[in-house]
């Protein structure tokens, strides 16, 4: 029986499908008539639902909604074909507004009685298009092969889960694994969709579902993706999509540090629209990225890492969060009665740590700067300076700041100039009123002092706290005062006469804090004449009322000086003290509340010297009054047993060296001894180790003559580098000293560059960012300075790839380290010439262009391949053979250089020919580019003819000794049935351990010689070298030598007087004069030859530092 219609549904289905064609051919085009579609699709669609028909069983035929669905599905078929554009997305984009407006109006369109179950609940038209579209197309499509159709479909169903209305369990669950599976694909734009359907789901999923199901959380996927997906526009997706909440934010503020520019851009923005939200009310309430919601620690991450970001743009956008905060921070300033204070931002301080001074003062400023009328409409009359607080206290000196750089800026402005001295000048008081208000706010702190040490031990832990709190608060107000008091204008001697009446009255007080004492110094500075009268009244004012409270008798008779301390003999002038019968008495005739007594106040003028030493540029020849500080204060405090004295009394011995040279040079025994006593404490040592180089960065060479030249300096230097048991901090220290000292040429070694290098790359401190992040800096700097400085990194690339090597196959488990081919390449960056600053590009320098020194480390790296106890393996021969592609070929080259590099690349496939393809072609590719670049430059001379002149015999040598590796292995043999009197025979026997790998004596004996390693090579050519000088002529066999041979002459067939050859270590010296040195080979331990000269300084040095030590001990006392 055929189906029937129902009644009143005349409808045309031809014309609706025509209709739904015409659509989406006008929305392809343009989405300006998206809206009128989609209404106009709705109205196609709803019509077509209407048009129903029943079978013979009597069940419903939905005869219109499959018109419908065969049009739809038809249309996105054809869409699935479109490539990466616009009309692709705008087609997406429609499909996704369309399916929002049914499942949006599925409660108000018609609904036919058969749609409702038993359960009164209906089945909607749109929630079966809506299954049937997933069933049938959506989730067939997301495993297909092509990566356009994988890309349309699951574009098309991140518009749609965004618009989803209710859906089976079972094609949710479908629909979530496909999508995870997405965010796996190799193809970026298709991670980005599946991450922005994934973030719609995000929270749905319950607990138990999940472990029902045995499902992964979203959160663990959306996570990882947002944080390690190596595309950005992925990062970014995500993070635009992804709901923000307590668990979400951590992650989201880690973008703040994200590689590019735009995703940190990016992530400010997505901050500032969250800081408020709407509620169900529609009024306006707080957000998760709000400061209150927010913890300390994140808002200063986010001014931290904003305000310090490197791109303007993103400096900018987090700007303008702040200024979002300072809108939002106090929603009820309304009714806040003090009209003087800006609610806006003291309630944003309120929310901060103000003792992070520098953080968030720089927020402010920067805030101020981007609009002015934040700090033009704030009003400082008597009634703010009457009732501050610390965070009004903190406000005005920010102002005060801001106006002075306004004054001090390098584009003068006469207008904002002007405003800015107005401004001031209305903000600051008079110095005389502003001396008292300082008064009664720190005798308000004295007394909370005096009163918390009465009652601390009585108050349980929340009062104790509490009181602590307000200690804090009053200490802060106290010192925000004495910065205002900086910028005070002392013109009137009244106002100046009582401040520094007041100053000099709170340094002296018992009770001041050691916060207190840098800004007392600093508004001293102020109110000082000149520095001399500075030091005078610290010196002898200050610190003698404080040693000696109410002694006003004569001191300027002299005293004898203690012969007991060892550096007080020291001193370089006699000392005015006190007379003989005014002596303090001697600690050990004190009771223990007088040696208390008499070590706080010695650590309290050592602070205050301290803060003063750090405020003088003069010499301490010209402040005789600074003489009794050193000789009575500072010089026992060293001596102490104390170690926070200790500390303090080695900073301002450090201060003191820094302005006399006299000081420097009899204090710096005492300071490398000390450095070396691992007994001392660690941040003890990391004093010492600052004083030491700070006095090298201020005396340069003056401080390299003997005992202490540059030599000892490497060696005392090069012990400390190769201690393994040094903390993190002290290593950091050394390296960032070792790296200013080399900057400016002050101390350049090769020994402790490769040291360096290790340290740099080294597994021990892939967790010490601040001595990798100073070494990183320093290196790329170093580099780009000068071309000699590239030549000394480039001679030890061979040497430190090969003990990283090493190292990185001796990793444990839980270690890591950077792929070799990485190491590889930095050091090539480094070493390049278009690194250079002076580089030009334009107009290149030629001695920049036609640098060789990638070319040196071509060399050094075949010879390490032509080594037979190379240290590089298979998988780190692959590296380096990688690695020639990338090198620097220069232009010009010189013949010599040219025709050598080529002999070594000849010999490689003869002599140690590589194992697998990689590395062959790799080599091979290398050698055809060598041999076509400088074709001209190894026409001139044959092999024969190069290595047959006098001046190319250590070349030959080298070559000569290479032996191919079947060669070793027969000779290998036939040694352990005869023993030969070779020469390298007779080495091998008496350095047996220089043979590594072999089995008794015998076969030791004759491997040695038959391998002949690169340093024996080394020793034989620095011999003949030696006799050719003399007057005797060189080896036959160096005059004869054939660029490929296939066995070596025997050198036991010469009779000829043999001297034993010692193979040389790290330690022992080369004496071959230096014009006929031969060129350094790649296994050689030394990275740099030094000529004899300094190599005899070196060795004078070592032999001196035990002299030296005794001379220190008699001058100073032990510990």
């Given at each position: 029986m055929p189906g029937r219609t129902r009644a009143g549904n005349q409808l045309d289905t031809q014309d609706s499908v025509n209709a739904i064609y015409s659509i989406f051919d006008q929305v392809q085009n343009t989405s300006a008539n998206h809206q009128k579609n989609i209404v106009a699709l709705h109205r196609l669609f709803v019509n077509l639902s209407q048009l129903r028909g029943r079978n013979s069983a009597g069940d419903t035929i939905l005869i219109g909604e499959r018109k419908f669905e065969q049009a739809m599905f038809d249309i996105i078929l054809r869409v699935l074909q479109f490539k990466k554009g616009a009309a692709g997305d705008r087609v997406a984009k429609f499909f996704g507004g369309f399916m929002k407006c049914i499942n949006e109006k599925s409660g108000q369109d018609p609904i036919d009685p058969d749609d409702f179950d038993g359960f009164d609940v209906a089945y909607t038209p749109a929630a079966r298009f809506t299954e049937r579209l997933l069933k049938n197309v959506l989730l067939k499509g997301l495993g297909a092969k092509e990566k356009t159709v994988r890309f349309r479909i699951i574009q098309l169903c991140s518009e749609l889960v965004f618009n989803l209305g209710e859906i089976d369990t079972d094609i949710y669950y479908q629909l979530r694994d496909a999508l995870l599976n997405r965010i796996k694909d190799k193809e970026w734009n298709i991670r980005m969709q599946a991450g922005i359907g994934l973030c719609k789901f995000y929270g749905i999923d319950e607990p138990e579902d999940l472990r029902e199901n045995n499902l992964e959380p979203l959160s663990e996927v959306l996570f990882e993706s947002l944080a390690c997906d190596n595309q950005g526009e992925v990062r970014r997706a995500i993070l635009v999509n992804l709901p923000l909440n307590k668990t979400t934010i951590p992650l989201i503020l880690e973008r703040t540090r994200d590689v590019e520019e735009k995703t940190r851009k990016l992530t400010y923005t997505v901050l500032e629209t969250n800081v408020t939200t709407m509620d169900d009310e529609n009024s306006q309430v707080i957000g998760f990225a709000h400061p209150k919601?927010?913890?300390?620690?994140?808002?200063?991450?986010?001014?931290?890492?904003?305000?310090?970001?490197?791109?303007?743009?993103?400096?900018?956008?987090?700007?303008?969060?702040?200024?979002?905060?300072?809108?939002?921070?106090?929603?009820?300033?309304?009714?806040?009665?003090?009209?003087?204070?800006?609610?806006?931002?003291?309630?944003?301080?309120?929310?901060?740590?103000?003792?992070?001074?520098?953080?968030?003062?720089?927020?402010?400023?920067?805030?101020?700067?981007?609009?002015?009328?934040?700090?033009?409409?704030?009003?400082?009359?008597?009634?703010?300076?009457?009732?501050?607080?610390?965070?009004?206290?903190?406000?005005?000196?920010?102002?005060?700041?801001?106006?002075?750089?306004?004054?001090?800026?390098?584009?003068?402005?006469?207008?904002?100039?002007?405003?800015?001295?107005?401004?001031?000048?209305?903000?600051?008081?008079?110095?005389?009123?502003?001396?008292?208000?300082?008064?009664?706010?720190?005798?308000?702190?004295v007394e909370g002092l005096r009163y918390h040490g009465q009652v601390a031990s009585t108050l349980d832990d929340e009062a104790r706290v509490l009181q602590e709190d307000d200690l804090a608060d009053k200490k802060f107000m106290v010192i925000e005062m004495l910065k205002i008091a900086i910028s005070l204008d002392y013109g009137d001697e009244i106002g100046r006469r009582k401040m520094d009446s007041l100053i000099r009255d709170m340094l002296t007080h018992d009770f001041l804090p050691e916060d207190l004492v840098p800004p007392c110094m600093e508004v001293m500075t102020q109110l000082s004449t000149s520095e001399r009268d500075l030091i005078r009244v610290v010196a002898i004012e200050v610190v003698q009322s404080l040693r000696d409270p109410g002694d006003n008798e004569d001191e300027d008779a002299e005293q004898d000086v203690d012969p007991d301390a060892s550096f007080e003999s020291e001193a370089p002038v006699s000392t005015p003290t006190r007379q003989k019968n005014a002596m303090p008495k001697p600690r050990e005739e004190m009771s223990e509340a007088e040696r208390a007594h008499a070590d706080k106040i010695d650590k309290r003028c050592l602070c205050i010297c301290q803060s003063m030493l750090e405020r003088v540029n003069g010499t301490l020849e010209n402040n005789s009054s600074l003489d009794g500080i050193v000789k009575e204060l500072i010089y026992p405090a060293v001596q102490r047993k104390d170690n926070e004295s200790r500390i303090q009394g080695f900073r301002c011995l450090g201060l003191i060296s820094l302005i006399s040279k006299n000081i420097a040079n009899m204090a710096l025994p005492f300071f490398i001894k000390q450095m070396k006593i691992d007994q001392n404490p660690e941040d003890l040592r990391v004093i010492i180790l600052q004083v030491v180089f700070d006095i090298l960065m201020k005396y340069g060479q003056a401080m390299m003559v003997e005992p202490y030249s540059s030599a000892a300096w490497v060696g005392h230097f090069t012990e400390l580098l190769e201690r393994e048991e040094t903390s993190e901090e002290f290593r950091a220290v050394l390296c960032m000293g070792l790296a200013k000292l080399a900057l400016p040429a002050v101390l350049v070694d090769a020994t402790i560059m490769k040291l360096l290098l290790i340290d740099f790359f080294s597994p021990q401190n892939i967790k010490n960012q601040k001595l990798k992040q100073c070494l990183s800096f320093f290196f790329q700097a170093y580099c780009a300075s000068s071309l000699g400085n590239q030549e000394m990194i480039s001679s030890l690339f061979s040497p430190v790839f090969c003990e990283l090597c090493d190292m990185n196959s001796k990793l444990d488990d839980g270690e890591e380290m950077a792929s070799m081919g990485q190491i590889a390449g930095i050091i090539l960056d480094w070493t390049h010439p278009k690194k250079l600053y002076n580089y030009n590009v334009d107009n290149p320098d030629p001695a920049h262009q036609n640098s060789c020194l990638h070319i040196d480390i071509a060399r050094d790296i075949i010879k390490e391949l032509l080594n037979s106890d190379s240290k590089l393996f298979k998988e780190r021969k692959k590296v380096v053979c990688q690695l020639l592609s990338k090198l620097h070929l220069p232009e010009v080259l010189d013949e010599d250089k040219a025709h050598f590099v080529n002999l070594l690349l000849d010999k490689v496939p003869s002599c140690r020919p590589l194992g697998d393809a990689v590395s062959k072609n790799a080599f091979s590719k290398f050698q055809v580019t060598f041999n076509n670049k400088y074709e001209k430059q190894l026409e001139g001379l044959s092999a024969e003819e190069y290595l047959s002149l006098e001046k190319h015999q250590a070349e030959a040598q080298f070559l000569n000794d290479i032996i191919p590796l079947d060669d070793l292995s027969m000779t290998t043999r036939r040694g352990r049935k005869r023993r030969s009197g070779s020469v390298t025979s007779s080495a091998a026997e008496e350095e047996p351990s220089t043979s590594k790998n072999t089995r008794g004596r015998k076969a030791k004996a004759k491997r040695a010689r038959l391998s002949t390693s690169d340093n024996e090579s080394d020793e034989d050519s620095d011999r003949s070298d030696h006799e050719t000088e003399h007057g005797s002529p060189p080896a036959s066999r160096h005059s004869s030598v054939a660029p490929t041979r296939t066995m070596p002459k025997r050198q036991a067939t010469r009779r000829a007087p043999v001297d034993p050859i010692t193979i040389s270590s790290d330690s022992e010296q080369d004496t071959t004069p230096r014009n006929q040195r031969p060129l350094p080979t790649l296994n050689t331990k030394r990275e740099d030859q030094d000529d004899s000269n300094s190599e005899h300084v070196s060795q004078a040095t070592g032999h001196s530092d035990s002299e030296e030590e005794d001379e220190v001990s008699g001058l100073l006392v032990d510990e």
């Open positions: 919601v927010l913890s300390i620690e994140q808002r200063e991450m986010i001014i931290r890492n904003g305000l310090g970001d490197r791109d303007a743009t993103v400096r900018a956008a987090a700007v303008k969060l702040i200024e979002k905060w300072v809108e939002t921070a106090d929603m009820t300033s309304k009714d806040q009665e003090n009209g003087d204070e800006p609610q806006g931002l003291i309630g944003l301080l309120k929310l901060f740590d103000l003792c992070t001074d520098k953080l968030v003062a720089d927020a402010i400023i920067r805030l101020f700067e981007s609009d002015p009328r934040h700090v033009d409409d704030i009003t400082f009359g008597d009634n703010y300076w009457s009732t501050l607080t610390p965070e009004t206290a903190f406000l005005v000196r920010i102002c005060v700041d801001y106006y002075k750089g306004q004054i001090e800026q390098i584009e003068r402005n006469d207008a904002v100039i002007a405003k800015a001295e107005a401004r001031l000048e209305a903000i600051l008081p008079v110095v005389t009123s502003f001396a008292f208000r300082l008064q009664e706010h720190f005798n308000a702190l």
